[in-house]
């Protein structure tokens, strides 16, 4: 009974005065061109290089849909530590201010019932009001703009199952992301099947994952390495009728030059006894009498981090370790430079204690952080702190919380103090300097310690960045053999001293 009566109000909404329906800021043209190029159709793909004003071209496509009333209603729906910018970005280009969808179940029932032409939420919100969506989009024409759409890539969460079920149900579809190919060629599936349902990758997505996978299996298997490349090469051929993509390279903005660093570092001599100990602990679990015992992919992984933190900073395994690793004075001469040029820097690891600790140590050069375990609220007063103080010169902060739609070109400087596996982590932590507004030379530290899975960890990171950039189609493929090297398998072995 509730549903049905809240179904007629919902019929019964008409605005009594209609927002105001212009962009208070001129567009690129290349923002102009994407725009042009998707506004009519039922759904596209926004797949422009991070730093290029995506959410630009989704206000104006949304500008576009409701002037010219092909939609009621436009659902904005990004991560939740991004609504802030998202609010920011509204105000910034339009006379509109979003009505709000929040884990607050009450509240959600003004926003359902409410005139506004413009919706922001989160996606976990997606979940939790999905009863209700289910019927407010029966009663509405509501587009749907899913921002770094990539938290969807797992075909398999909940979450994803969820949006996968609204899906047709909106009238218009948009997916935004810098990094489609987010880690592996195969994370796309799930963000185009949202959009076509199968049309342009098939309904079976391990069949997918199988002919797009990045394996070690491919470092010996010359055929199987050729039908890799051709499947990847002909990705975005299958997409291309609703999909845009610019580069920075190949759009008219004139960017500065970004100056990739790579430091190698010295072990402390603790540091790397410890390294040493759990490097053959593990190979002592890997491999028994000469049988590989390990055959839990995710448990190996976890291994392998293992020696990733204690590279990056021992303290993260063994509260007993007292002394400086390695990394850190290395780190100070860069910072000590930065400062003497009156710049900004981020330093980024992976690992939240790390961002605590590396945060009270470099205090004498006004160091914040931000990781996931703070709340929106104080996240948002340190970005806003880093952004305006003009004594903060260091942010200190993982990728997780801080990777994705933030404009950070108060500095030019990003650090590396370690990195995992996850390509979407690296190109995106390094892309909050490098993007319109920029007006400075951006350098990007790589610290790496010197014979340590940190050296796989960056052969790894260069492989998928050129499968996915095949993948995306910004190399050609005689360019990506060229350079692409599958070593990665052999690397880790040898690491891990496994014949």
């Known amino acids: 009974m509730y549903f049905e009566i809240l179904m007629i109000i919902m019929q019964r909404i008409i605005l009594k005065r209609e927002p105001r329906l212009e962009a208070k800021c001129e567009a690129f ?3 102009r061109e994407a725009v042009n190029a998707v506004q009519d159709l039922e759904y596209s793909a926004i797949f422009h290089e991070q730093g290029l004003g995506k959410s630009k071209i989704a206000i104006d496509l949304m500008l576009y849909w409701l002037e010219n009333k092909l939609i009621d209603t436009v ?8 609504l802030h910018n998202w609010i920011k970005e509204f105000d910034t280009h339009t006379f509109m201010k979003p009505k709000m969808l929040s884990q607050n179940h009450m509240a959600n029932y003004y926003t359902f019932n409410s005139p506004s032409r413009l919706i922001l939420t989160h996606y976990e919100v997606l979940r939790s009001e999905y009863k209700r969506l ?3 989009l029966k009663t509405r024409n509501v587009a749907v703009i899913l921002d770094e759409s990539a938290k969807i890539k797992n075909p398999n969460s909940s979450l994803t199952q969820i949006i996968f079920k609204l899906a047709p149900l909106f009238k218009k579809r948009v997916i935004m992301t810098g990094t489609p190919v987010a880690n592996r060629p195969y994370d796309i599936w799930a963000q185009i099947w949202f959009l076509d349902q199968g049309k342009s990758f098939g309904d079976n997505f391990n069949v997918f994952k199988k002919d797009t996978d990045l394996s070690n299996k491919l470092s010996n298997n010359i055929e199987l390495r050729t039908t890799f490349e051709q499947n990847l090469e002909e990705l975005f051929s299958k997409i291309s009728d609703f999909t845009v993509r610019e580069r920075k390279s190949s759009c008219l903005i004139k960017l500065p030059e970004k100056e990739i660093r790579t430091i190698y570092t010295d072990w402390e001599h603790h540091q790397h006894y410890l390294y040493i100990q759990f490097q053959e602990e593990m190979r002592a679990v890997i491999i028994k009498e000469g049988i590989p ?4 992919a995710e448990e190996l ?9 204690i590279a990056s900073n021992p303290r993260l395994i063994d509260e007993g370790y007292k002394y400086e690793p390695g990394k850190f ?14 710049e900004k820097c981020i330093i980024w690891s992976s690992f939240t204690d790390n961002v605590d600790w590396l945060s009270k140590e470099l205090q004498n050069f006004g160091a914040r952080r931000l990781h996931g375990k703070m709340n929106m609220e104080k996240r948002n007063r340190t970005i806003d702190t880093f952004l305006t103080h003009e004594n903060v010169k260091v942010l200190v902060a993982t990728p997780g919380a801080a990777k994705e739609g933030l404009t950070l070109t108060i500095a030019n400087n990003v650090i590396f103090y370690d990195r995992t596996f996850s390509l979407d982590d690296y190109l995106q932590a390094q892309d909050r300097i490098h993007r319109i507004s920029q007006e400075k030379k951006c350098i990007v530290y790589n610290l790496i310690m010197k014979n340590s899975i940190d050296e796989w960890v960056d052969v790894l990171l260069q492989s998928k960045h050129l499968a996915a950039q095949l993948a995306q189609r910004d190399i050609s493929l005689e360019y990506y053999q060229s350079l692409m090297s599958y ?3 052999t690397i880790i072995k040898n690491i891990l001293n496994i014949e």
């Not at 659902?75 to 991004?82: C, D, N, P, R, T």
């Not at 992984?301 to 933190?309: D, F, N, P, T």
Request: aromatic share 10%; no cysteine; charged share 30%.
């Open 301 to 309: 992984l976890k291994r392998i981090l293992r020696l990733v933190q």
């Open 29 to 31: 043209i290349f923002q």
């Open 75 to 82: 659902l904005f729906v990004a991560k939740k530590g991004l």
């Open 487 to 489: 070593d990665f398998g």
């Open 293 to 296: 015992t390990e055959d839990n």
């Open 329 to 342: 004075e290395t780190l100070k001469d860069i910072l000590v430079s930065i400062n003497e040029k009156n």
């Open 134 to 136: 289910l019927l407010f």
